[in-house]
């Protein structure tokens, strides 16, 4: 219990120093406040599933957050002078609205599409979960990357409203039924994913763009909101999967949502708090799955194979062979669970020596991204630097870099930023 507490200290600390320092959201401390928390959390040992965690596993975590550290630190000052400052406008008119306007359509054709195929949506069938999972399989990925829009253009029109003071009534009107509509359609597939990230883009992108203009209180104020949104999806989809696939099973007075989980996972909390297994489950489930894979495979294994098993769509279309890595999750851990954090892919595919790697390059990577957004801040820095936020906050329960949408979403806001490009206008430019 003591550790845990320790723990959870050091990244609330980290967090208010991210927020508040001298160096407003820096990577390495919102890394460090995610995973101290973590790993705080994950000394509760409240599963008799759970194994103390070995001393290489604690060498494990310990080497890889200094490697970053160094790299992030040492990649801060390479990029700070090699980029210079170059402040570009971020002023968006009624071009950025036309874009947003183009991607509700197309995520409402998609939807249509797939609602016509399949004669349902997830949160409108009675098996939400198994149906996500048959649209996944079985349609074309791009479409079901268009019905997904809203992850994107949702945070987009946010910053949209943000960065224009003033907007006409009739631009606001359609914001407002784009924002609306999108949330929707989200809502359809019954994803904590595609909710949290909305969320968290649009937290990110608020304080990326005004984080130097706004008050420690709103600051504060902001990141109380995302972060309390953020725990009631974790806690309130999973609860109304459940309830949607269950409910002809119970008897009235006596559902628990989260019953099934706290019985499988044997999480030992009262019934009154049951609600709160599935916050406890990400990082503490994650953590000791890693633990576990480093204990089952030893060292390198696949030899890139695991991680670049994400291009194996583009192998098929290319008609190559594809990458093959099974993970048998049934023997490392349980076969329900099959995460284990950011680092999980780099060691079964290189060892240590990989996990090392990929903590050097992901440090050079924030770091420039950082320097990036600070001397050249514009709409494509600004959502960057949210979405890898993001990115690293999923790092405690996989590695971003391992779904193809990463690619797509990129993509998608690059070509965004060179259609807008001819109408930012370059201010000032300095040494």
Not at 190 to 208: E, H, N
Request: with cysteine; hydrophobic share 55%; proline share 4%.
């Amino acid at each position: 219990m003591l550790l845990a507490i320790i723990f959870i200290f050091l990244g609330l600390g980290c967090g208010l120093w991210y927020l508040l320092g001298d160096q407003k959201l820096r990577f390495d401390l919102l890394l460090a406040s995610i995973w101290l928390i973590a790993i705080g959390v994950a000394q509760l040992h409240l599963s008799p599933l759970e194994r103390p965690w070995s001393l290489s596993f604690w060498l494990l975590l310990l080497s890889f957050s200094l490697v970053f550290g160094v790299a992030y630190n040492l990649g801060a000052k390479i990029w700070n002078k090699r980029l210079k400052n170059k402040e570009i406008s971020i002023y968006l008119g009624s071009y950025f609205l036309f874009i947003l306007i183009f991607l509700t359509l197309l995520a409402l054709v998609a939807n249509v599409y797939i609602f016509w195929r399949f004669g349902t949506l997830p949160l409108l069938s009675t098996i939400p979960d198994k149906m996500r999972f048959i649209i996944n399989k079985e349609v074309f990925g791009p479409i079901e990357y268009a019905a997904l829009l809203p992850r994107i253009y949702i945070p987009l029109s946010f910053l949209y409203l943000i960065i224009n003071k003033s907007v006409k009534k009739l631009h606001l009107r359609l914001i407002i039924a784009n924002i609306v509509l999108g949330l929707i359609f989200l809502l359809f597939y019954a994803s904590r994913l595609t909710i949290v990230i909305t969320i968290l883009l649009c937290y990110f992108g608020y304080l990326a763009i005004k984080i130097k203009e706004i008050s420690v209180k709103r600051i504060l104020t902001a990141s109380f909101i995302a972060v309390s949104t953020i725990l009631l999806v974790s806690i309130a989809i999973p609860a109304m999967r459940q309830f949607i696939t269950y409910r002809d099973y119970q008897y009235a007075g006596e559902y628990n949502p989260f019953a099934y989980i706290s019985t499988i996972s044997q999480v030992n909390l009262p019934p009154a708090l049951q609600f709160l297994t599935p916050l406890y489950l990400i990082p503490t489930f994650n953590l000791q799955a890693l633990m576990r894979v480093t204990q089952f495979y030893g060292g390198a294994t696949f030899y890139g194979a695991y991680s670049l098993s994400v291009f194996n769509s583009l192998l098929e279309i290319a008609r190559l062979p594809q990458l093959s890595a099974v993970i048998e999750w049934d023997k490392v851990f349980v076969p329900w669970w099959n995460t284990a954090t950011f680092i999980f892919g780099y060691f079964v595919d290189f060892g240590w020596i990989g996990t090392w790697l990929a903590a050097a390059l992901w440090g050079l990577g924030l770091a420039f991204i950082y320097v990036w957004n600070n001397k050249r801040p514009s709409l494509l820095t600004a959502f960057v630097l949210s979405y890898f936020s993001f990115v690293s906050i999923m790092t405690i329960y996989t590695n971003y870099f391992g779904r193809e949408e990463l690619y797509l979403d990129l993509a998608l806001i690059f070509l965004i930023s060179i259609l807008l490009r001819p109408k930012q206008k370059n201010l000032t430019s300095a040494s």
